[in-house]
């Protein structure tokens, strides 16, 4: 059995992050995907949105704090869930997609959170190249006679053990 959604859309708000008395971080965000329907007796093609709530846990809300704003394009993989509430006496059924991995699409100029806060490139440096050195030419030995392998004989598959 199989579980799984795979959604590219935009974030449709800031996402809404919080943290549970144990400390773990949750992230809720409502991503839109569009999709494109071509009318083929009208010749025309309208756009068709669909809105999903996103929950992110522990690392992911993290990333979506610190990185994700309204307008950011991700792509989002993880599993369908349902809740139930109650409101006001009404019982209430949602659906929501519990996200196993989280990816920022788009260039890094396109997110409204990389002109918030600025990235800066970690410093990287090449590491020294080793000198290189010949390797030693291989000795030619003369090879070693190995045993013949004993030979087992066939058996009659009438005549089995078993």
């Given at each position: 059995?199989?579980?799984?959604?795979?959604?590219?859309?935009?974030?449709?708000?800031?996402?809404?992050?919080?943290?549970?008395?144990?400390?773990?971080?949750?992230?809720?965000?409502?991503?839109?995907?569009?999709?494109?329907?071509?009318?083929?007796?009208?010749?025309?093609?309208?756009?068709?949105?669909?809105?999903?709530?996103?929950?992110?846990?522990?690392?992911?809300?993290?990333?979506?704090?610190?990185?994700?704003?309204?307008?950011?394009?991700?792509?989002?993989?993880?599993?369908?869930?349902?809740?139930?509430?109650?409101?006001?006496?009404?019982?209430?059924?949602?659906?929501?997609?519990?996200?196993?991995?989280?990816?920022?699409?788009?260039?890094?100029?396109?997110?409204?959170?990389?002109?918030?806060?600025?990235?800066?490139?970690?410093?990287?440096?090449?590491?020294?190249?080793?000198?290189?050195?010949?390797?030693?030419q291989p000795q030619y030995q003369q090879p070693v006679p190995q045993?013949?392998?004993?030979?087992?004989?066939?058996?009659?598959?009438?005549?089995?053990?078993?």
């Open positions: 059995m199989a579980n799984k959604v795979i959604l590219v859309g935009n974030v449709g708000a800031d996402p809404e992050v919080r943290a549970l008395e144990t400390g773990v971080k949750v992230a809720r965000i409502r991503l839109a995907t569009t999709e494109r329907i071509f009318n083929r007796q009208t010749n025309e093609a309208t756009d068709h949105t669909e809105w999903h709530n996103i929950t992110l846990w522990r690392g992911l809300a993290d990333v979506a704090d610190k990185y994700v704003r309204k307008g950011t394009q991700l792509y989002i993989e993880g599993r369908l869930r349902n809740r139930e509430w109650e409101k006001d006496g009404v019982r209430h059924l949602g659906y929501e997609v519990v996200a196993d991995e989280m990816t920022l699409l788009g260039r890094r100029s396109d997110n409204p959170a990389s002109q918030q806060t600025p990235y800066q490139q970690p410093a990287y440096q090449q590491p020294a190249q080793p000198q290189y050195q010949q390797p030693a045993p013949a392998q004993p030979t087992i004989p066939a058996q009659d598959p009438d005549d089995l053990p078993f």
